[in-house]
């Protein structure tokens, strides 16, 4: 039994590695799974996003001097809740929460979905057993995005949100302890000659990476040529290509199914649509046509029923002058007969 087992591994990673070969990609795809948490996710690479939390974060934070990751996945308060995943959680020195999230495609209620996230490391704050007065830690939510929010598409020079509490009249923050921070990736459209602040160069980092051949002279910077030289995938492991390879596998897979039932809504859509469009046209058309007839035959019968009219009128209307005509020439002999006595 055992030889067949080694068989059949063999084969799977056989299959695995010639699967593998058609990844033509010098750098890892971020906006994977398994990518984002090779960058951001894992201990030995945290400074990289540390770097990127400090960028993003810098006029309201200052200097984060460092963070620790936490557990991403967090129960609800009860055992009815469900269970929030986070892609990566952290805290800083301070104490203060980070929740760093990707999302791929559009969602109805992806900022309902953000806001839910803000609770758990919200409510985990609550002290049991002793007196607490409700002071809180900081929360951040930073969601990198890889669409549009539909509201917003006309404007497409915004690409980032800073959203916190804040009074409608004044537009002041009313509380400043939890942020929600949203990066749309594809109104990003800078180049590299028009980067001009580091923030600006994770962004392009960070939606341009797979499609590069290797670390461009502007960004030759420590931190940007560790996340070069992490991401390289002719640098993993043999575990790492087979994960990354199988990560790849299923979001194209994922993608093509969601790309399958869009077409396929579409279509139906469509024809949906071009049914009701005849159904309604035929409705307007017998209207019309029914309107159109009724109106020409009336028309046509007035005209027709006056001709008929006007000839029947001038028929009877000779008989009369023949039956007069008669009688004037009775008379006439009536008088011409008294007249010869």
């Not at 900081?138 to 020079?157: G, H, R, T």
């Not at 392009?204 to 960004?219: A, E, S």
């Not at 019309?288 to 035959?297: I, Q, R, Y």
Request: charged share 35%; with cysteine.
């Amino acid at each position: 039994m055992k030889p067949e087992k080694t068989k059949k591994t063999a084969n799977t990673k056989q299959n695995k590695k010639m699967y593998y070969e058609k990844i033509y990609d010098k750098y890892i795809d971020i906006f994977t799974d398994f990518g984002f948490k090779k960058l951001f996710g894992e201990e030995c690479n945290k400074d990289l996003l540390l770097d990127f939390l400090n960028e993003l974060l810098y006029e309201e934070q200052g200097h984060i001097v460092s963070i620790s990751y936490l557990k991403t996945e967090k129960l609800g308060i009860s055992q009815t809740s469900r269970n929030a995943i986070f892609d990566i959680y952290c805290e800083n020195e301070k104490g203060e929460k980070f929740i760093v999230e990707l999302q791929q495609t559009r969602q109805t209620f992806f900022k309902d979905r953000t806001l839910f996230y803000s609770t758990f490391p919200i409510v985990e704050q609550a002290k049991k057993g002793v007196t607490w007065d409700f002071e809180l830690k900081a929360v951040y939510i930073v969601a990198i995005l890889d669409f549009v929010f539909e509201e917003d598409s006309n404007n497409p020079n915004k690409y980032r949100y800073d959203v916190k509490l804040t009074d409608i009249e004044t537009h002041k923050v009313f509380y400043d302890k939890l942020t929600f921070i949203y990066l749309e990736m594809p109104k990003f459209t800078k180049e590299l000659d028009e980067l001009t602040t580091r923030f600006d160069k994770w962004m392009y980092v960070i939606k341009n990476l797979k499609r590069l051949d290797n670390l461009p002279d502007k960004l030759r910077e420590s931190i940007f040529e560790k996340m070069f030289a992490v991401a390289e995938i002719a640098k993993f492991s043999q575990e790492e290509y087979f994960r990354y390879a199988d990560n790849i596998k299923v979001e194209r897979d994922w993608r093509n199914c969601l790309a399958t039932a869009h077409s396929e809504a579409k279509a139906k859509g469509l024809a949906e649509g071009l049914q009701k469009g005849l159904q309604k046209g035929l409705q307007k058309g017998l209207a019309e046509g029914l309107e159109k007839g009724l109106e020409k035959g009336l028309e046509k019968g007035l005209e027709k029923g006056l001709e008929k009219g006007l000839e029947k009128g001038l028929e009877k209307g000779e008989i009369e002058r023949k039956k007069l005509q008669h009688r004037i020439e009775e008379l006439e002999r009536l008088l011409n007969n008294q007249n010869k006595v």
